[in-house]
């Protein structure tokens, strides 16, 4: 049996949110905040606890906002007008939840939860779902189920009723108020009052949500695969009960300090061990071993007559208080097979054994340990696993308290171990876990909004790119594999992307993120994702798909013969990205330098629905062909067509205090040098350079137009 999908639709931040799972192990990854634990905390309700409670703050504010603005008027119209309790039936709650079920209904469009689940006929025993077919196509072995949190009309009618002089009493004392709002004259008084009756007003609309969520009971249907034929099962228990769901929480109580007791491996390793039939037959024998010595050596008789020798002053002055009437106080002792089955349990504590010395499961850091009882959880987990059952565990961040490498390793463990017959979501914050998963494992969920959130399946577009007839998408599909796993994951957790070409853009960009004026930017998460430019435009469906404001930073990458402004102008362009982008709009055109300027100028460069803005150096920046061009372009308000004598650049350099190269072969001291001759004397010291501006504090100073441009649009 296999947990294909759960679809969940209206519950807190999520409006919609589709969690396909893999055979084995699915990573559902997401920032902090993201909503990654709300997913969990529900399917755990749905599958797993019957005390979960539905309140007002699993719905979408919106959905409640605009049920309450409808209803409303509804209450205040029946409240403030001549009705009883009695009437409350026929004269209010006809109008919302009226009985004839054809009639439409003003109802909250609360959280419904969607699952499918497939089987092998060759190989899964179905006779817990067999009641549960809803298609008899020979070909076709699924199951779908809905879960509802339904509005029970009796029960509305009911709470209604219990609050009615409450909610009358309100709804006069606003009315009331409305009334006087009219005698005010003085503006201040006036706003007050307002303010006054709105918060009135606000606290009752609160109340009678309440009322309707307070109202609300889960029900269970199973379906067929439109979601639209539907037959109510008699309990929620039947629905969970073809379920074998096991969660193992982030918080989780460990040792690491011998003043904690809690014991939590020991008492896990015991829950194992009581698996065993020679653990359990010991454990039946050892009462009776320990009551045995007791019993022989009169332990019982010596601690009584002990404490009628140590307790004779209490009960003298027991007895001159109360007339004589204590009798015989003392302790006795009751041992029971139980009593001793309890201190077994108190006193078994896990060890581990080093070079003879054994050691408490305390003396183990807390990431060792919090391993260690994951995989204590997951063994009795599979012990418990149940063929007729769908089998899945959910582990809430196992990355707690392990270092990188102990997380990738963990995680390959979950991933090769767990492949068929139990399936696993893993949820995490770690970037280390996201690599080495890999995308066809990964689920990811990335807040859009204040108090919004979506669920994006980058396996799919893998999927997509493998089975695509276009070669290219092969390729494209095998590129993101490989680079997803040396480290670009981190794509998955930021609020934005920085692309730039090599380490001296990573080193330059660095810098000014550290200038105020980016102070804004500097405070979101940012990936820093280092890419050339023949490669930057590969990720542009993983950055539409994820929806990540993406900045790329590249060269124009005109001809390096180019020198005067007509050539540059006029020449064509090597960059594979910044062509590609331009076909867009322009398809079977090969840009010249002027027509991307104009392009760029009309804002062109800003493709995929705004999301990315391709940044590159235009006539602003001296039309610079590279970022060291386009820095000292703007450090010494040139262009790449002006020059300078040997001397004079010797006396510019010596001012600035930046490393660059004059050339002085064959170059006389009144020679001119131009911008372009000295970059391709530092063509090989790049790096120096850099580290020149950044140590000289001229990051500022020498911040292109272009760049600065794209980080500006960043930052919106």
Same mark, same amino acid.
Request: glycine share 4%; net charge negative; proline share 3%.
């Given at each position: 049996?296999?947990?294909?999908?759960?679809?969940?639709?209206?519950?807190?931040?999520?409006?919609?949110?589709?969690?396909?799972?893999?055979?084995?192990?699915?990573?559902?990854?997401?920032?902090?905040?993201?909503?990654?634990?709300?997913?969990?905390?529900?399917?755990?309700?749905?599958?797993?606890?019957?005390?979960?409670?539905?309140?007002?703050?699993?719905?979408?504010?919106?959905?409640?906002?605009?049920?309450?603005?409808?209803?409303?008027?509804?209450?205040?119209?029946?409240?403030?007008?001549?009705?009883?309790?009695?009437?409350?039936?026929?004269?209010?709650?006809?109008?919302?939840?009226?009985?004839?079920?054809?009639?439409?209904?003003?109802?909250?469009?609360?959280?419904?939860?969607?699952?499918?689940?497939?089987?092998?006929?060759?190989?899964?025993?179905?006779?817990?779902?067999?009641?549960?077919?809803?298609?008899?196509?020979?070909?076709?072995?699924?199951?779908?189920?809905?879960?509802?949190?339904?509005?029970?009309?009796?029960?509305?009618?009911?709470?209604?009723? *219990?609050?009615?002089?409450?909610?009358?009493?309100?709804?006069?004392?606003?009315?009331?108020?409305?009334?006087?709002?009219?005698?005010?004259?003085?503006?201040?008084?006036?706003?007050?009052? !307002?303010?006054?009756?709105?918060?009135?007003?606000?606290?009752?609309?609160?109340?009678?949500?309440?009322?309707?969520?307070?109202?609300?009971?889960?029900?269970?249907?199973?379906?067929?695969?439109?979601?639209?034929?539907?037959?109510?099962?008699?309990?929620?228990?039947?629905?969970?009960?073809?379920?074998?769901?096991?969660?193992?929480?982030?918080?989780?109580?460990?040792?690491?300090?011998?003043?904690?007791?809690?014991?939590?491996?020991?008492?896990?390793?015991?829950?194992?061990?009581?698996?065993?039939?020679?653990?359990?037959?010991?454990?039946?024998?050892?009462?009776?071993?320990?009551? !045995?010595?007791?019993?022989?050596?009169?332990?019982?008789?010596?601690?009584?007559?002990?404490?009628?020798?140590?307790?004779?002053?209490?009960?003298?002055?027991?007895?001159?208080?109360?007339?004589?009437?204590?009798?015989?106080?003392?302790?006795?002792?009751?041992?029971?097979?139980?009593?001793?089955?309890?201190?077994?349990?108190?006193?078994?504590?896990?060890?581990?054994?080093?070079?003879?010395?054994?050691?408490?499961?305390?003396?183990?850091?807390?990431?060792?340990?919090?391993?260690?009882?994951?995989?204590?959880?997951? *063994?009795?987990?599979?012990?418990?696993?149940?063929?007729?059952?769908?089998?899945?565990?959910?582990?809430?961040?196992?990355?707690?308290?392990?270092?990188?490498?102990?997380?990738?390793?963990?995680?390959?463990?979950?991933?090769?171990?767990?492949?068929?017959?139990?399936?696993?979501?893993?949820?995490?914050?770690?970037?280390?876990?996201?690599?080495?998963?890999?995308?066809?494992?990964?689920?990811?969920?990335?807040?859009?909004?204040?108090?919004?959130?979506?669920?994006? #399946?980058?396996?799919?577009?893998?999927?997509?790119? &493998?089975?695509?007839?276009?070669?290219?998408?092969?390729?494209?599909?095998?590129?993101?594999?490989?680079?997803?796993?040396?480290?670009?994951?981190?794509?998955?957790?930021?609020?934005?992307?920085?692309?730039?070409?090599?380490?001296?853009?990573?080193?330059?960009?660095?810098?000014?993120?550290?200038?105020?004026?980016?102070?804004?930017?500097?405070?979101?998460?940012?990936?820093?994702?280092?890419?050339?430019?023949?490669?930057?435009?590969?990720?542009?469906?993983?950055?539409?798909?994820?929806?990540?404001?993406?900045?790329?930073?590249?060269?124009?990458?005109?001809?390096?013969?180019?020198?005067?402004?007509?050539?540059?102008?006029?020449?064509?362009?090597?960059?594979?990205?910044?062509?590609?982008?331009? !076909?867009?709009?322009?398809?079977?055109?090969?840009?010249?330098?002027?027509?991307?300027?104009?392009?760029?100028?009309?804002?062109?460069?800003?493709?995929?629905?705004?999301?990315?803005?391709?940044?590159?150096?235009? *006539?602003?920046?001296?039309?610079?062909?590279?970022?060291?061009?386009?820095?000292?372009?703007?450090?010494?308000?040139?262009?790449?067509?002006?020059?300078? &004598?040997?001397?004079?650049?010797?006396?510019?350099?010596?001012?600035?205090?930046?490393?660059?190269?004059?050339?002085? !072969?064959?170059?006389?001291?009144? #020679?001119?040098?131009?911008?372009?001759?000295?970059?391709?004397? &530092?063509?090989?010291?790049?790096?120096?350079?850099?580290?020149?501006?950044?140590? *000289?504090?001229?990051?500022?100073?020498?911040?292109?137009?272009?760049?600065?441009?794209?980080?500006?649009?960043?930052?919106?």
């Amino acid at each position: 049996m296999k947990l294909e999908e759960i679809s969940i639709m209206n519950y807190r931040q999520f409006e919609k949110a589709n969690v396909f799972l893999d055979n084995g192990i699915t990573v559902l990854a997401g920032a902090n905040n993201s909503g990654k634990t709300s997913l969990i905390t529900l399917i755990k309700n749905v599958f797993n606890d019957e005390k979960s409670i539905y309140c007002e703050s699993d719905i979408p504010a919106k959905n409640l906002q605009k049920w309450i603005n409808i209803v409303y008027p509804l209450f205040e119209a029946f409240f403030t007008g001549d009705y009883s309790v009695e009437k409350i039936e026929e004269d209010l709650v006809e109008y919302i939840l009226p009985k004839d079920e054809e009639k439409p209904q003003i109802c909250i469009d609360t959280t419904k939860i969607r699952v499918h689940v497939s089987y092998d006929p060759d190989k899964d025993d179905i006779k817990l779902f067999v009641d549960y077919i809803m298609d008899l196509d020979e070909e076709k072995h699924d199951f779908f189920f809905e879960y509802y949190y339904e509005i029970k009309r009796t029960k509305f009618i009911k709470a209604i009723s *219990n609050e009615f002089d409450k909610i009358k009493k309100r709804f006069e004392e606003i009315q009331k108020d409305k009334n006087n709002l009219t005698a005010l004259t003085d503006e201040k008084e006036i706003e007050k009052e !307002k303010h006054n009756i709105e918060l009135k007003e606000r606290y009752l609309k609160q109340r009678i949500v309440s009322l309707y969520v307070n109202s609300i009971v889960p029900t269970c249907y199973f379906c067929d695969e439109t979601y639209v034929n539907r037959c109510q099962m008699d309990d929620v228990k039947q629905f969970r009960n073809l379920f074998n769901f096991s969660f193992i929480k982030a918080s989780r109580p460990l040792d690491d300090d011998s003043s904690d007791h809690a014991h939590s491996i020991s008492k896990q390793m015991i829950k194992i061990a009581k698996l065993n039939e020679d653990w359990n037959e010991l454990i039946d024998r050892l009462p009776d071993e320990i009551l !045995k010595p007791i019993q022989d050596k009169g332990i019982n008789k010596k601690v009584q007559e002990t404490s009628l020798i140590s307790l004779k002053e209490t009960i003298t002055a027991i007895e001159e208080t109360n007339g004589g009437q204590s009798g015989d106080l003392m302790l006795d002792m009751h041992v029971t097979e139980e009593d001793i089955s309890d201190l077994l349990q108190r006193i078994t504590t896990a060890t581990y054994c080093v070079d003879g010395y054994f050691l408490g499961e305390e003396s183990q850091g807390l990431g060792y340990s919090n391993m260690i009882y994951i995989h204590l959880q997951l *063994n009795e987990y599979e012990n418990s696993k149940d063929d007729c059952k769908v089998n899945v565990f959910f582990i809430e961040e196992p990355e707690s308290h392990m270092h990188p490498q102990m997380q990738q390793v963990f995680i390959k463990y979950l991933i090769d171990h767990y492949k068929e017959g139990i399936q696993g979501l893993i949820t995490t914050h770690s970037n280390e876990m996201v690599r080495v998963a890999g995308i066809t494992h990964l689920r990811v969920i990335r807040r859009i909004g204040s108090f919004l959130s979506e669920l994006y #399946d980058p396996s799919k577009l893998i999927k997509g790119l &493998t089975e695509s007839s276009d070669p290219d998408d092969k390729l494209l599909a095998d590129f993101y594999d490989w680079f997803f796993e040396i480290g670009y994951s981190e794509l998955v957790f930021a609020d934005k992307a920085i692309f730039y070409e090599g380490d001296t853009e990573r080193l330059y960009i660095r810098k000014l993120m550290t200038l105020e004026k980016y102070k804004k930017l500097k405070q979101q998460y940012i990936a820093y994702i280092q890419v050339g430019g023949a490669y930057a435009k590969n990720y542009r469906k993983m950055i539409e798909l994820l929806g990540i404001k993406s900045l790329i930073i590249t060269d124009i990458d005109y001809s390096k013969d180019a020198e005067s402004l007509d050539k540059i102008k006029g020449s064509e362009i090597t960059n594979a990205t910044i062509k590609e982008f331009y !076909k867009i709009e322009n398809p079977g055109s090969t840009p010249t330098v002027k027509d991307l300027y104009a392009w760029k100028d009309a804002k062109k460069n800003i493709v995929s629905d705004g999301l990315i803005y391709t940044c590159f150096q235009t *006539n602003n920046d001296g039309y610079a062909r590279t970022l060291e061009e386009a820095m000292l372009s703007k450090y010494f308000s040139m262009d790449v067509t002006k020059s300078y &004598t040997k001397k004079e650049w010797i006396k510019k350099k010596e001012e600035a205090g930046l490393e660059f190269v004059i050339p002085t !072969k064959g170059v006389k001291d009144e #020679d001119p040098i131009s911008l372009r001759d000295i970059l391709k004397s &530092t063509s090989g010291s790049k790096t120096n350079f850099m580290y020149s501006v950044v140590l *000289n504090k001229k990051a500022e100073k020498t911040e292109p137009d272009y760049i600065q441009g794209g980080l500006e649009w960043l930052m919106e």
